[in-house]
């Protein structure tokens, strides 16, 4: 069954730094999205994307993060400057059609760790 | 926007016994009502889910009942086994929404064999 992949796995970067974190969603899929979890919190919504422009985002999304499909098949998060509270995992899930038509499924994720 | 609260926040019971795990959420808007499981240091996995005009769903253990007057959703896995070991997370997302799915806080489910 495909899969969505992240790298890297695991990114230690420093306070103010920026970072820029990788997805391939599914190759179909037409939705593409970004989720962070906070070590020991719940999942939360960060922005959607498709057709080439964020669909919604929610207020954690600030000017300090950016999203873009650069190719056909890379969809990835940039944060610009780094703070310790970015710390977290970063989930990246992709989908057919509108949930609930086609249930979200995430990549493995991405640890991020700022330091 | 959609708040989703989740209880219990741990959970242990005996191999073979059944868990429940309840969660409420606020806008009469939301449609759908996913389920996911989250083993340590992995990624959620969706386990079951269940859209607004159903009022239950199963899937062999695992079962989910849904009250939209009262807009509280429950999941219920009969049989435990300690796989079932995990966190799992209610969610909620909204008729016409592109995608934001609102999770609840968690319910950290211990099996003891």
């Known amino acids: 069954e495909p899969e969505v992949t992240q790298t890297p796995s695991h990114q230690v970067t420093q306070m103010g730094q920026e970072v820029i974190l990788r997805c391939v969603p599914i190759?179909?899929?037409?939705?593409f999205y970004w989720y962070r979890q906070i070590l020991g919190q719940k999942v939360e919504f960060l922005v959607s994307?498709?057709?080439?422009?964020?669909?919604?985002k929610s207020e954690i999304f600030d000017d300090q993060f950016s999203v873009e499909r650069p190719d056909g098949s890379n969809f990835t998060l940039k944060i610009r400057s780094t703070k310790l509270e970015d710390s977290a995992m970063y989930f990246c899930?992709?989908?057919?059609?509108?949930?609930?038509?086609?249930?979200?499924?995430f990549g493995n994720g991405t640890r991020l760790t700022v330091t | 926007g959609e708040n989703v609260e989740q209880h219990p926040s741990t959970l242990s019971v005996q191999e073979g016994d059944s868990a429940v795990i309840k969660c409420t959420y606020s806008d009469s808007a939301s449609n759908y009502f996913p389920w996911y499981k989250q083993e340590l240091g992995k990624r959620p996995q969706l386990i079951i889910d269940i859209r607004s005009n159903v009022g239950e769903k199963k899937d062999q253990r695992i079962a989910v009942t849904l009250n939209k007057t009262a807009k509280h959703f429950s999941l219920h896995i009969t049989e435990t086994q300690p796989e079932d070991s995990a966190v799992y997370f209610c969610a909620a997302s909204m008729r016409g929404g592109y995608q934001k799915v609102t999770f609840g806080t968690g319910t950290k489910l211990q099996v003891i064999p």
């Open positions: 994307f498709y057709n080439n422009e964020i669909s919604e």
């Open positions: 899930a992709s989908t057919m059609d509108r949930v609930p038509n086609s249930p979200l499924h």
């Open positions: 190759s179909n899929h037409l939705y």
